[in-house]
């Protein structure tokens, strides 16, 4: 035990005392992370700009703009404190801002305030690079003029300016206050209507001032003093807010301050690594995405997006809460207020008007770009443990999906895989022929995934730390040393991944001559990338940390992870001579995420509550930006009961990423070890996802293109159906799939409420029902309610392989809910599943429709580049009709002037019972070809 703690913590076995001292202090910092400790984390009373900004009443700091003009095609102006008691014109001076309006095409407003560069500020402010894409850049409007308007009763005029077609941003002059209207009406998003902007200045310390902040035995130094930024933004017409990753709680953000709101802390954008977290907390997570969505049913959807990586507190506030303020607000317009306070940076947000909740999601993505396109086998099902134990363990379990008949695509190992925690090696005990492994699992058609974490163990006998040691590559503490904190490796340094020469260095150790025993069947999972420092502040890096010219970590925190997956995810991409996607699932998240793979949910426990949060959770990641995303099945922590663990994968089979993952002290839990029918349970769940792929396929590509996401909220398909508002138990796979989730023991009833107007048909049992209204539905341990909306078409594949790859030459189902009109559509896409050949036009997309008693298969794909085409014979070989009013017998086929097999029988197959449904056999056309296919 000694030994093996020396081997992974790299301490010299020759002073006993001090060994001893070390293993105690070990022993504590992984106690610290072993579950969730209320105490180990600041509160807003203990973090002193959240506190001093939520002490501030409405009004009680005000400023003006002046010198309004244009400039360089946007509008700019100064903002000066307006307080009137303030004599000392140095003082107003001192406090001067920099303001900037832009406008972006799709009705976008951008809004930065800053210091007055011309004031010589003790340094430059930090602002998050790498986030914003180059082409949203150029999507700039130039403004060319301003319009004054005196607005209400104003004693000032306000200055406009041309937004979209119906909409207008206005900058209010005294007091200060930026909003976006509809052209000459209502408000739709406002910032600083309340008066709570605050923006304190960086400054030089005079003596007898003491700036440092003390938590917990850690001392932060504060060199340029508080620098925190405070404001309201309030969402007109608003019924409910979303958004601001990532917690686990309810979907609809409840409030946290306000008239008969029992007082909460704030919801805090702080990445940590929170082991065995609980549910039902506004506490954040491991990922910080400063994006909030509104939603309402007499106006649509709206949103903002505050572009800042310091630690964020955001109040939710409740109706009335400004009562006693004496403000009167130019509008009597509902509204949800908000406040927003962050610890440093700037003032960088974006006003997204909508108007529709998919326009606010595209909206977003345009800024921070949408959704990567993952390879096909991503999006199949991973399995994943910490840890499997050694190459004959992986052999073991692999050989068991193949006897259980369970399809899977990707093995994962934890950090035991490596030799002593040192990232890109191999534990040769346990792992002597990693490249053979590897092509045994990529024989039939499987993948690898090794896990490498941000800290580097510090051993001058480690490549990767001394090369990095010698090049200065690491984050430097308050005193210009290289950091130095522990985590599993031990004594560890962190590389300071805002550099872009270091990003691409670490990249260069992901080829196959840098990560020896890597093929290109193996990918990338980036854990504790918080980054999680075990004796760290809070358990992660201190603020006062110092990253390239001197950026404090504090200004840079919540973009961490981001820069490690982004550095990461390009190492894959280049290993691969750019040749292929990449795959890198990061724990870390922030926005712009989505540009660079899958994220999860992290550290959730083995209990029912925390299935019923992983539905929230994943829906609001989704939501912005992060579509790629999903929970470990079955929970991390702690061992499922059967039940639990089987409609965990039953819901799981419905996330974006599909992974079961266990901590290493639960016990083993594949799904062959709950007794022959929970196997046969889990191994359904499985089978539904692999006969959907093509269907999630699909998706990937629609969120890869306009950024709606792959699972939504029932909201986001219908925006007027109040009842949809506050559901999170119930979700959308698409435009076409609604599943209602199980979450309690025992169940035997499930209360489901089916939207809109039409039908939706049962996908096990054909059974339709109409919308508008609530059911209560028996339900089994068979499956979880999942229905078809009518008027939709889905592709599957109905074959079962071992692996999606096995499955690429198999044909497609095409299953069509009509609707009332007797019309359904849907889409299908197809590319190589890896490469990168789809940008430039290389895949298969239609869209079928069935209109009039016929099927036509219609291209969407631009004619590609002759060699760039990417083709197919995969043929359909089954479609499936419900809810057709008539009785064709007969099916035509043309061009091939072909008639095709047609018979009535029940939706399921293998089965006598059930609603009838048309099926159309072997029509055998081509998913390439345009065809009609004829009924009489």
Known sequence: MKMEMERQIGIPNRNPAVFVFLLLLVSCQLCSVVSWKKEEFRNCNQTPFCKRARGRKPSSSSFAAHDVSISDGDLTARLVPSDKTLEDQDQIQIKQLILTLSVYQDGILRLRIDEDPKLDPPKKRFEVPDVVMPEFLSKKLWLQRLSTETIGGDASPSSIVYLLDGYEAVLR??????????????????MNSHGLFDFELLRVKKDGEDWEERFKGHTDTRPFGPQSISFDVSFYDADHVYGIPERATSFALKPT?????????????????????IHDSPFGLYGSIPLMISHGKSRGTSGFFWLNAAEMQIDVLGTGWDAESGISLPTSQSR?????????????????????????????????????????????????????????????????????????????????????????????????????????????????????????????SYFLHKEATEKQYYVRDATGKDYDGWCWSGSS???????????????????????????????????????????????????????????????????????FHMATADGLVKRGDGRDRPFVLSRAV????????????????????????????????????????????????????????????????YYPFFRAHAHHDTKRREPWLFGEKNTERIREAIHTRYMLLPYFYTLFREANTTGVPVIRPLWMEFPSEEATFSNDEAFMIGSSLLVQGIYTEHARHASVYLPGKELW?????????????TYKLDVNEESIPAFQRAGTIIPRKDRF????????????????ALNSSQAAEGELYVDDGRSFGFQEGAYIHRRFVFSDGKLTSVNMAPAAPGQNQFSSECVIERIILQGLSTGQKSALIEPANQKAEIE????????????????????????????????F
């Open 173 to 190: 002059h005294d007091p200060f206050e930026v909003y976006v209207r509809k052209k000459g009406g209502n408000r739709v998003v406002s």
């Open 761 to 773: 048909y049962d996908t096990k049992t054909g059974v339709a029902y109409k919308g508008g209204k």
């Open 590 to 653: 922030f926005a712009g995420s989505q540009r660079h793979g899958a994220v999860w949910t992290g550290d959730n426990s083995a209990d029912w509550d925390h299935l019923r949060v992983s539905v929230p959770m994943v829906l609001t990641l989704g939501l912005t930006g992060i579509s790629f995303s999903g929970a470990d099945v079955g929970g991390f922590f702690g061992n499922p009961e059967p039940e639990l663990l089987v409609r965990w994968y039953q819901l799981g089979a």
């Open 801 to 816: 392989r071992r692996s999606s790859t096995q499955m690429v030459n198999d044909p497609y189902t095409l299953v069509i």
């Open 493 to 563: 340094s962190y590389l300071d991944m805002l550099r872009p020469e270091i990003r691409s260095w670490w990249a260069e150790k992901f080829s196959f001559e840098n990560y020896v025993g890597s093929t290109p069947s193996l990918y990338i999972w980036n854990d504790m990338n918080e980054p999680s420092v075990f004796n760290g502040p809070e358990v992660t890096m201190p603020r006062d940390a110092l990253h390239v010219e001197g950026v404090e970590h504090r200004e840079l925190h919540n973009a961490y992870g981001y820069y």
């Open 336 to 460: 949800i207020d908000t406040h927003w306070m962050s610890e440093a940076g700037i003032v960088d947000a974006f006003f997204f008007v909508g108007p529709g909740p998919k326009d606010v999601v595209r909206q977003y993505t345009s800024v921070t770009g949408t959704p990567a396109m993952p390879q096909l086998f991503a999006v199949a099902y991973h399995q994943c443990r910490w840890n499997y134990r050694d190459e004959e363990d992986v052999e073991q379990v692999d050989s068991k999906f193949d006897e259980h008949d369970i399809p899977y695509d990707v093995l994962w190992l934890d950090i035991e895989h490596t030799d002593g925690k040192r990232y890109f090696t191999w534990d040769r005990m346990l792992f002597p022929h990693p490249e053979e492994m590897q092509r045994k699992l990529a024989a039939k058609g499987r993948h690898l995934v090794t896990i490498v974490d941000p800290h580097i163990k510090r051993d001058d």
């Open 904 to 935: 009535l029988g029940p939706l399921l197959l293998h089965s006598k019972k059930g609603p009838t449904a048309i099926t159309i056999r072997k029509p055998n056309v081509r998913i390439a070809d345009d065809w009609v296919i004829k009924l």
């Open 257 to 277: 301050r306000g008239p008969g709101v029992e007082e909460s802390e704030p919801y805090r954008l702080f990445n940590l690594d929170v082991f065995e977290y």
